[in-house]
């Protein structure tokens, strides 16, 4: 049987732990108490905002009859007015405008109030519009300086006739009066014929003028004097204003109407903004575009009530309340809310009441279970702490606080286990992953810290040479280096082997761990006493352990300052004891690493310098082209803006660019250097103009024994004939020099000529097989030898093509040109080359040095984080387009390292002052030159504008160039992508 099984007493009946029949207990309590509290709570709130929504109703009732009372009683009393006046008895146009003055104070009395008019038994009508209205001037078709249109319709000739004159603010006419057609009969509308039938003023029912397109009133009384009618139209606007502004809920809709169903204002649900009336003819609630409104207008009709209803499955509430009631017809508001967004706020009231319930229900039954639980909880901890000890899990546990003594004890001495167990897995899973060797000494201080719980750490390592231990490290109590300052004296610094007594050269003497009080500490003992200075340490212990590497042999010391009130130094002095041990043997392979760095960056120099030194043309080339290669990288890097505002290199990215950048050359070791330094066309070991001069001498010798042989010895005739010969062949001589220089451009007069000296002959009477090595005479094959033999002034022999080795072929990876020989040293074929003194089996020998470096780039086994270093040293000679070498990449295909490296070679090489072939270039016309690159994209532009706005020139050229070059303190460029 489990021992762990829970027995129960089966006679006792159902039976619980306690913690459950606390929470159930807590839990009935709230809902008994809550529950009821929240009905009522919601019950009384509904009926509040239903009653308040009511309210809400009656208050814009009240505002809607408020304003029509205001705008309507001035209206009244200038009607009135009018009525009294002589008004009726005027005739004529003239008589009526006489009337403008009265008219136009009528009209100021109130906004509302759009025209005053006078209608005549005649079937004639008189009317002064206010045009300070909206909209007015366009609908009147009015000059834009109208204030005021005073309208006459009278029967002309039978018909019908309107004249419309316009009046500015101060009355006085605009223009000429317009004569138009009309309709329009006065004694045919409704106020005429109502206010003829009565002695007061009468108000018409809303309906829509006729001229305006407005809904309004019109308030009329009989003219006192003359058979006439007074009236003035009174709009509607500032009602409907009113009651659009009002809001109750999102999806509420608003509306004033009359008890005949004829509709002033609406306003549609989520739309809160005042819904367009047929502006030809007034809508009725059944017009309305409103399924809702449709379906109750025969209840609105019926006035004042309130309305519950139900429209599409959703309960709706309504107010419907008078704001004006007149003796023909009654002005009414009403108000339609869905009920539900009437009540959402008592809605969301009661749901986060109902959360917080749940809430506090979900709070409640852990808290009552956790805290009856409690002291099994804090065992049932312990118990799952050792199981994942036993599992290999030391992450830290969450904190407990059991009020029994000793499960805290026995809590604690389990955390500090695993502490120092998880310590001991970081320290090594950090240093076995660390490559940089300074950071790598930081994890080995951090982590004996930490473990140690100590305040400081330093490390001393054994320098050989001098004898001594050399400060190689120091962290301080925020695990922060200390300052160089402290780090740099002399107590601290260096430490002589020679001093026996000195704490940490007898640890690592002796190679064991030494452990110093720092209490009382002697004058004798000059370290320690400036560590307390410092304030570094202070009373407590300092312990001092020996590294040693995997043979026993000291390589430093290790050293910790222990505060005395932690305790338990002992346990800490034996787990920095074993913790050594692989300290040392990291610190070691961080040693070894440094040493093998050192190595190949010794090797990598070694190359650079022996290329360097190869030519004594070119020498330094290797050495500065790294060093404006990391200029522009940091230029780049530093960027806060522009294309690379984001471009940043790693630790190992900046140690792949400079490997590429010293080995950018290294194929330079297979290129003869009389290739590299060919400064002439016919120049191999050596000039081979030589050749040809003794061969012109030969030549003038020859005409001499000519002309000697005709017998004009000592005669003028003589003279001058060999003076004239050697005159000719003096020039002819001074061409082929000249040409053999390359400095000018050849073309094919140029040519032409040199072919016509190279025709020349000359007698050869020595064999020209022998003395020779057996490589030349293999391809001296075939060439005929008998002698005498006359030959050509400048010749190319067969000897002079020298085959391709087989095996040659390039990688497919490679784009160029493979010449078919390997060199053609024909006097004729080089000086004939065109422009500069290469020809195109040597131009190609030179641009195979990237081949070469490629080829052997790729077989070093660099580490993954330099697999970069042969694009990076092998991209310099390729374009942006792609017609560049070896491997004929574009932009894309480039890293952008690579481009860097580019622009470094070609500013380097333009402005060295050591090339035989050329003149160095100032720092101008090498800038002209690179702009002109960047612009073909033979270069990338975006480098190159970093190189120039950086002014990285000028740095390079403090540094490498003569005072001569530096011609230019400014130079601007402005890349623009064709893209």
Partial sequence: ?????????????????????????????????????????????????????????????????????????????????????????????????????????????????????????????????????????????????????????????????????????????????????????????????????????????????????????????????????????????????????????????????????????????????????DKFSISYLEDLDSSLLNSIAADLRAGEQLLQFEFNEQAWLGSVFSFYQGDSFNLYFAILSPERELLLPLITMRNRGLFLLLFLLVLIIPLSWLMAAKLSYSIRQLVRDTQRLEAFDFTASPPRNSSVTEINELGGMIDKVKSTVNHFLELTESLATEHNYDALLEKVMRATMRATEGRLSAIYLYQEEQEELELASMLGADYAPVSKRIRASKELSHLSLADKEHSLVQSFNRGEVVVYPLGAVQEERPLLRRLLDEGLVGDGELVVMPLKDRFGHSIGVLFVAVDQAQGNNASKVSFLQRLSGFSSVSIESGQMLQMQKALLESFIQLIAGAIDAKSPYTGGHCQRVPELTKMIARAACERQEGVFADFQLTEEQWEAVHIGAWLHDCGKVTTPEFVVDKATKLETIYDRLHEIRMRFEVLKRDAEIELLRKGQLDSLEFSAALAEQWCRLDKEFAFVAQCNLGVERMDEEAIEQLHNIASRRWLRTLPDNI?????????????????????????????????????????????????????????????????????????????????????????????????????????????????????????????????????????????????????????????????????????????????????????????????????????????????
């Fill in 1 to 277: 049987m489990n021992n762990n099984t829970r027995r129960v007493d089966r006679g006792r009946g159902w039976q619980q732990p306690l913690h459950r029949h606390i929470t159930a207990l807590t839990i009935g309590l709230i809902l008994l108490i809550v529950l009821p509290l929240g009905s009522y709570s919601y019950l009384r709130g509904s009926e509040l905002i239903v009653s308040g929504s009511q309210q809400f109703a009656s208050n814009v009732a009240k505002e809607a009859g408020l304003t029509f009372a205001n705008d309507y009683k001035p209206v009244v009393m200038g009607v009135e007015l009018l009525a009294e006046s002589s008004i009726g008895l005027a005739e004529s146009d003239r008589q009526r405008l006489a009337f403008l003055p009265l008219f136009t104070a009528v009209l100021r009395q109130s906004v509302s109030l759009a025209s005053v008019q006078v209608g005549y038994g005649r079937d004639e009508i008189f009317v002064v519009r206010d045009l300070h209205h909206k909209d007015s001037l366009a609908v009147f078709d009015a000059p834009s300086t109208a204030s005021y249109l005073a309208e006459s319709i009278r029967i002309v000739e039978g018909a019908q006739r309107l004249r419309r004159y316009f009046f500015d603010e101060s009355l006085a006419l605009i223009g000429e009066p317009t004569l138009q057609s009309t309709d329009y009969h006065v004694v045919s509308r409704s106020w005429y014929q109502q206010a003829r039938q009565h002695d007061g003023v009468i108000v018409s029912p809303p309906y829509l003028y006729y001229f305006s397109r407005q809904i309004g009133l019109t308030v009329a009384k009989k003219s006192v004097q003359g058979d006439a009618v007074v009236a003035a139209d009174i709009t509607l606007t500032s009602v409907t204003d009113s009651i659009s502004t009002q809001r109750l809920t999102e999806n509420s809709e608003l509306l004033a109407f009359d008890d005949e169903g004829r509709v002033l204002a609406y306003v549609k649900g989520a739309e809160h903004t005042p819904s367009k009336l």
């Fill in 771 to 979: 003395g020779l090595s057996w490589e030349e005479l293999r391809r001296a094959e075939g060439e005929t030898s008998s002698l005498p033999a006359w030959e050509s002034l400048l010749e190319d022999k067969v000897r002079h093509r020298v085959s391709r080795v087989s095996g040659q072929a390039l990688g497919e990876e490679f784009n160029m040109l493979v010449p078919a020989l390997h060199y053609n040293r024909g006097e004729l074929y080089n000086l004939s080359v065109r422009s500069g003194t290469l020809t195109a089996e040597e131009r190609y020998v030179i641009q195979e040095h990237m081949v070469q470096t490629i080829t052997m780039l790729k077989k070093l086994p660099f580490p993954r984080h330099l697999a970069e270093v042969p694009e990076i040293a092998g991209g310099h000679h390729e374009t942006m387009l792609g017609t560049g070498y070896p491997m004929g990449l574009t932009k894309q295909q480039m890293p952008v390292s690579a481009r860097m490296m580019a622009v470094a070679d070609i500013f380097e090489a333009l402005t060295a002052c050591d090339r035989p072939y050329k003149v160095a270039k100032t720092l101008s016309q090498a800038l002209m030159i690179m702009a002109g690159m960047a612009d073909r994209q033979h270069i990338d532009g975006e480098v190159f504008e970093l190189f120039v706005a950086e002014k990285l020139y000028l740095r390079y050229a403090e540094s490498f160039l003569t005072v001569e070059q530096i011609d230019i303190d400014e130079f601007s460029y402005r890349y623009t992508s064709d893209e």
